[in-house]
């Protein structure tokens, strides 16, 4: 089953590095260009991953993050901050669960190991009907605002 991987990311350099490497993959990407289009996408449809970028105007990576950990449905969603921020900085992530950080510039290599390693995290079947999953409602995300 190919998997769905979100990447909200406003630099137009690190979205097409993104498609580069992973389209190579068995994953379908969606791009948002900025934090309030990630939530919209959010709310729309379900992700085994999200890849957030933490410096954005208006709503930033980690505001995002948030929103998702409060979100009953999402919570256990696995995330991978991508950021030009020192990695110290977010420590932090490793106890938050399912959350790495890769800080910028990153290759390929670690890219997909992090991608791999999350992925296997994720739980969703992704089905609609899903008797196992149909308690979850994309709505709360948006919601959570």
């Known amino acids: 089953m190919t998997k769905e991987i979100l990447i909200v990311e406003d630099d137009r350099t690190w979205q097409g590095f993104y498609r580069e490497i992973l389209n190579e993959g068995e994953y379908n990407l969606t791009i948002a260009s ?4 990630g939530v919209k996408k959010i709310s729309e449809k379900w992700f085994d991953l999200i890849i957030l970028d933490i410096v ?3 709503l930033t990576g980690d505001r995002i993050f948030s929103l998702l ?3 009953s449905i999402h919570r256990e969603v696995p995330v991978i901050f991508a950021s030009v921020l020192n990695k110290e900085a977010y420590t932090c992530t490793k106890m938050l669960g399912h959350v790495s950080y890769l800080e910028k510039p990153f290759g390929k290599e670690d890219l997909l190991e ?9 739980y969703w079947c992704g089905k609609k009907d899903c008797h196992s999953c149909e308690s979850r409602n994309l709505d709360s995300v948006s919601s959570a605002e």
Do not use: P
């Open 56 to 58: 954005m105007e208006e």
């Open 114 to 122: 992090e991608v791999k390693k999350r992925i296997a995290e994720s």
């Open 69 to 71: 950990r409060r979100s």
């Open 34 to 37: 900025n934090g309030k289009e």
